[in-house]
């Protein structure tokens, strides 16, 4: 995944920072049992004179016998069974004094030997994540302050529930899906006039999730598309399509506001039909209808949105409420 090398930097200087973080932890263990069991100390002592006696023997071909060997073999076993012994004593776990690392896949270094490892890969997308998303309304948008009250409660002539049950089950179910959510779906698709509590309620999603360390992008489609466009011609480094098509969820706001193009529809349905393979969940926000998303996109992508969870919103454009309520 190609990506601007100031994110590249970001991440490398955060694995630093764990690193010594670790380092600091594994040095106040490390005084902690020497004040609590100064004899580790000596039995430390003891396991060192041991495994120099093995390496000598390694070294000096003439003296090494299967007997000295295992004699070797079988004191250095019982000094680290004495320490066990001590830590267990103590309340302690065995592996209390071993090096501390937030990923032991590439101790916190960021690479495995041969590629990049995915804790590096990770920061590198939360932090370009982060980027596209500070523009984003999150602290407004939360769960808590998403008003039910704003949704007519009265039921419209030939239907069955009113506006405020509607928008009563999106909102519970919004709220399960950030909780059950584990990284893997086909995602939701949001059907609604403007002014509904679409974008509120993805961003109720996104808050929730980006707390328990999960990487979501947000964006305008017609923001996000000519972000990748500026990349893709040379316009702008970095890449952020491979981060729509990779991160832990994307969501796509106001789909159809873009400018409808061959290249803009191609690249939408790269995006979506990419994430559905690998299973990657993914919001989409728009304020078309069936129809209109069918005209505008074709059977190809549009078949791919309609096969997700479909909620309908309805009520008023509580913008237009909450700006005459600010006049007043």
Same mark, same amino acid.
Not at 86 to 112: H, M, Q, S, V, W
């Given at each position: 995944? @190609? ?5 590249? &930097? ?7 920072? @764990?690193?010594?973080? !670790? ?5 106040? @263990? ?21 495994? !120099?006696?093995?390496? #000598? ?26 320490? !066990? ?6 309340? *302690? ?5 071993? =090096? ?52 007519? &409660? ?8 009113? =506006? ?30 403007? $002014? ?8 109720? +999603? ?12 947000? $964006? ?13 011609? $040379? @316009?702008?480094? $970095? &890449? +952020?399509? #491979?981060?729509?098509? #990779? ?21 939408? *349905? ?18 078309? &209808? ?6 505008? *996109? ?17 009520? *008023? ?12």
């Amino acid at each position: 995944m @190609r990506l601007n090398k100031m994110y590249l &930097d970001g991440a490398l200087k955060t694995l630093s920072e @764990r690193r010594e973080q !670790n380092k600091r932890l594994e040095n106040t @263990r490390r005084s902690e049992i020497l004040k609590k069991i100064p004899e580790y100390e000596k039995l430390e002592a003891e396991l060192a004179l041991t495994m !120099n006696e093995v390496i #000598s023997l390694a070294l000096d071909k003439s003296a090494l016998t299967e007997e000295k060997v295992n004699a070797a073999f079988e004191k250095n076993q019982a000094i680290r069974q004495k320490m !066990n012994d001590l830590f267990e004593k103590n309340g *302690y776990p065995a592996d209390y004094l071993e =090096p501390i690392f937030t990923c032991p896949k590439c101790r916190d270094k960021g690479n495995t030997g041969s590629e990049w490892c995915e804790c590096l890969c990770r920061l590198t997308n939360e932090m370009a994540a982060a980027e596209l998303n500070q523009n984003a309304p999150l602290a407004k948008s939360r769960f808590d302050n998403f008003d039910l009250n704003r949704y007519p &409660d009265e039921t419209p002539k030939k239907e069955s529930v009113s =506006p405020r049950e509607i928008m009563r089950d999106n909102f519970e179910y919004c709220k399960k899906f950030s909780e059950d959510f584990r990284g893997e779906g086909s995602g939701v698709l949001m059907m609604g006039s403007t $002014g509904l509590g679409k974008t509120h309620l993805s961003l109720g +999603i996104a808050n929730v999730l980006i707390k328990k360390g999960f990487c979501v992008v947000y $964006g305008s489609v017609p923001e996000l598309i000519r972000k990748i466009q500026d990349q893709q011609f $040379g @316009r702008a480094d $970095g &890449d +952020i399509l #491979s981060l729509a098509t #990779s991160c832990d969820l994307l969501i796509l706001d106001d789909l159809g506001a873009e400018n409808s193009t061959d290249w803009c529809v191609s690249m939408l *349905y790269e995006i979506i039909n990419t994430r559905q393979n690998r299973r990657l969940p993914l919001i989409i926000n728009t304020n078309l &209808d069936f129809d209109e998303l069918r005209d505008k *996109y074709q059977d190809r992508l549009s078949s791919r949105m309609f096969s997700m969870k479909i909620l309908f919103f309805e009520g *008023y454009d509580n913008r237009i409420e909450f700006s005459e309520n600010f006049k007043q």
